[in-house]
């Protein structure tokens, strides 16, 4: 019994690391922005139902992740996101793409930890497929120009993350 509870413990746990956020049809679009390439157009409704454009955005630096409330490794990450939302550089923005089905699971989520982040909805998957996001988070950094400058798989500290922007800045 004890090798069988260890065994679901490691399963557990590696799903937790990984995200496990394997999207349907991610795979099969077989698109999505490489570094070098021109970021996709973004326009998703923020938590309050405005529209919001990535090309909202253009000239600033742009940090663009994709997160869910149940994706443990999102969770670790928020602290950071916050910390960057509280202090971002001058000529960069930050935009967090929620993955859920509803906008009420994100907002919930992140009145209760007590974050404030610009966040966009993408309930249809469709932005997650046109950025082929395989897991999450999944984080671009954009150009002023728009190009993608650095994709990353999995959570980043502050300081990573202040890194990738100041590169996507120059």
């Not at 260890?6 to 049809?25: D, H, Q, S």
């Not at 909805?121 to 671009?140: C, E, F, K, N």
């Not at 993608?148 to 980043?156: F, I, N």
Request: proline share 8%; aromatic share 8%; glycine share 10%.
């Amino acid at each position: 019994m004890g090798r069988w509870l260890t065994g679901i413990v490691v399963l557990m746990w590696a799903l937790v690391l990984v995200g496990g956020a394997f999207r349907p049809g991610s795979a099969a679009a077989g698109v999505g922005p490489s570094v070098g390439q021109e970021a996709p157009p973004l326009v998703l409704p923020a938590l309050d139902g405005t529209a919001v454009s990535l090309d909202d955005l253009q000239g600033k630096a742009v940090m663009l992740n994709f997160w869910a409330s149940w994706c443990g490794p999102c969770r670790i990450e928020m602290p950071e996101l916050q910390r960057l939302s509280a202090d971002l550089p001058d000529g960069t923005a930050l935009l967090t793409v929620n993955t859920e089905s509803s906008p009420d699971i994100a907002q919930r989520f992140l009145t209760e930890a007590g974050y404030d982040l610009p966040t966009v909805q993408d309930a249809s998957g469709r932005a997650a497929i046109d950025y082929q996001v395989l897991s999450l988070p999944t984080t671009l950094f954009i150009s002023p120009e728009g190009r993608v400058t650095a994709r990353v798989s999995g959570p980043l500290t502050y300081s990573a993350m202040l890194s990738y922007l100041k590169a996507a800045g120059r």
